[in-house]
């Protein structure tokens, strides 16, 4: 309940960015929904969405671009048509290592 209250206050002046670190963290998979959806209708909106998470299925989901960031630095960027679901769960683990 608390990491639903903080992603409900975070969205209630509908900010033109919106920065969430791993918002998915605790959420059942009902809660996780609303907040997919709520996070859709953000970006349909024009809000700009910077997301962290380790949940590959939600970040595939959410995402026009993917960036996997590691060791410091980035260790790969391309834009949400051009990522294999399928293969890229290997892709992380590879380059996240």
Known sequence: ?????EVDLSVL??????LLDEPYTGLDPGAA????DLLARLVAEGCTLL????????A?????????LA??????????AE????AF???YQRLSA
């Open 89 to 91: 769960g290997e892709v």
């Open 33 to 36: 929904q609303v907040l997919s």
């Open 51 to 58: 997301l962290t998470t380790h949940d590959l299925g939600h």
């Open 1 to 5: 309940m608390q990491q639903r209250l």
């Open 83 to 86: 990522v294999d679901p399928d």
């Open 71 to 80: 060791r410091g630095g980035v260790v790969y960027d391309a834009p949400r």
């Open 13 to 18: 002046h509908r900010p033109q960015v919106l």
């Open 60 to 68: 595939l989901a959410a995402s026009q671009r993917i960036v996997i």
